[in-house]
């Protein structure tokens, strides 16, 4: 038979409250708030963490497109110019 197969049940509770105050007696309360503070500490860092992962999984924002071609100099001075290599014929040999 497993020890914890069906849950955490009443049973188990007092004897973990008994070999706690045996452990620790009367600095009791100061484990449990300790422990209790770790245990917040712990979920923010997890939230935080999630956070951060759904802000990376989100595709980046569109730009706004331009009203209409030329609307604004600056959408023409953002765009790269491509250009070919000139195109020179092979010299003839006579």
């Not at 600095?27 to 860092?45: M, N």
């Not at 924002?61 to 020179?88: C, I």
């Amino acid at each position: 038979m497993p020890f914890f197969g069906g849950g955490i049940g009443a049973p188990e509770v007092l004897i973990f409250g008994t070999i706690a105050l045996l452990l620790f007696g009367k600095r009791l309360p100061e484990v449990a708030r300790s422990l209790g503070q770790g245990v917040g500490q712990f979920k923010k860092g997890l939230s935080g963490l999630q956070e951060e992962f759904h802000k990376a999984s989100e595709p980046p924002p569109k730009k706004p497109e331009p009203a209409a071609v030329g609307a604004t100099a600056s959408a023409d001075e953002d765009r790269e110019e491509w250009s070919a290599p000139a195109f020179s014929p092979p010299p003839e040999n006579a």
